[in-house]
């Protein structure tokens, strides 16, 4: 993938392990930008959907962004880097806070950044992301310090999240709830990435980008996962790391999508209760003509649930 794509205009941003002579240049080219892609954007970190000149683009719920890093390929949210996604939302200088490092961003009023392996307070790089939005709320020095905000609140999603050099990403187009400016029908919204080291500095950034925006939705956008058929004669079984028994503190979700998924055996991570709990968990949630069976393992929080009698699978 990444031979195919490297020294097209896509290429956007380098880190400070790469000189960043080139990306400068790039910073002319105005055809840096969002042309529409006629394959719908999925964000699983597979880019061959995007046309090759497009770095951003929008469909009526969301704002899409994909980004290379030059050099070893990294996991985002794990990095000895701060990759940050500055975003001009309305394309207008005069909201947001206007940030010159580098100065070929100047020129864009940044309503919302969004930053991956994000600096804490004393310039530490840290895991996970972070969200600041830019409201023009001013501090004595007359700048805007930006207000943290909940990731889950923009609907920000990213892809992959294991070590890779292509990224993608998208958020949400309507974010008028947190007081941030929304681009309508033909309206553009512009961005650019920026990578930062230890000292804070941009070390490495992209071009600018833009792309022209379709008419937003009236409502928020639904999920359209399609869970596939099960065949016939196979066994479906679901993994998963349910985070500190979550499904006692939230059992209507996880049950949803368990009864979507109908698997035949549930291997369970983190679910640390006992297996009469969890037992009576599923017995009460997706209720079967029997009772269900779940045993767990040695490891801390590991079970494993099945409808069926432990015995038809041994006897298999
Ligand atoms: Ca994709
Ligand atoms: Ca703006």
Not at 239 to 245: I, K, P, R, S, Y
Not at 249 to 277: C, G, K, M
């Amino acid at each position: 993938m990444r031979t195919a794509t490297v020294g097209l205009s896509a290429l956007l941003a380098c880190s400070s392990l790469v000189a960043c002579g080139s990306s400068s240049s790039r910073a002319d080219r105005p055809g840096v930008s969002g042309r529409a892609p006629e394959r719908a954007i999925t964000v699983d970190g597979v880019v061959d959907e995007w046309p090759l000149d497009s770095v951003m683009t929008a469909d009526e719920h969301y704002l899409y962004m994909r980004f290379l890093l030059e050099g070893d390929p990294v996991a985002l949210q794990a990095n000895d880097e701060t990759v940050t996604i500055r975003l001009d939302l309305d394309g207008n200088a005069d909201t947001g806070r206007v940030f010159d490092d580098p100065a070929e961003g100047a020129a864009m009023g940044i309503d919302l950044a969004i930053h991956m392996s994000p600096q804490d307070a004393d310039g530490a790089v840290t895991r996970g992301s972070s969200a600041v939005a830019y409201l023009g709320d001013t501090d004595e020095d007359g700048e805007d310090p930006g207000t943290q905000i909940d990731l889950s609140a923009i609907d920000y999603h990213t892809a992959p999240s294991f070590a890779s050099s292509w990224f993608e990403a998208r958020l949400a187009r309507d974010l008028a709830g947190l007081g941030l400016p929304v681009a309508r029908d033909g309206d553009r919204a512009a961005g650019m990435v920026v990578v930062r080291g230890p000292s804070g500095a941009a070390e490495g950034w992209s071009a600018p980008f833009s792309a022209e925006l379709p008419a937003l939705a009236e409502g928020p956008a639904l999920a359209d996962v399609r869970i596939p058929p099960k065949p016939s004669r196979a066994i479906r079984v679901v993994c998963w790391n349910v985070l500190f028994a979550s499904p006692s503190e939230q059992p209507r979700p996880f049950a949803r999508v368990l009864r979507e998924l109908d698997p035949d055996i549930i291997l369970l991570q983190e679910w640390t209760e006992d297996p009469i709990h969890i037992r009576g968990w599923f017995n009460a949630l997706m209720p079967r003509p029997t009772s269900w069976n779940v045993r767990t393992g040695e490891g801390w929080g590991v079970a494993s649930a099945p409808p069926h009698p432990f015995s038809d699978f041994a006897a298999t």
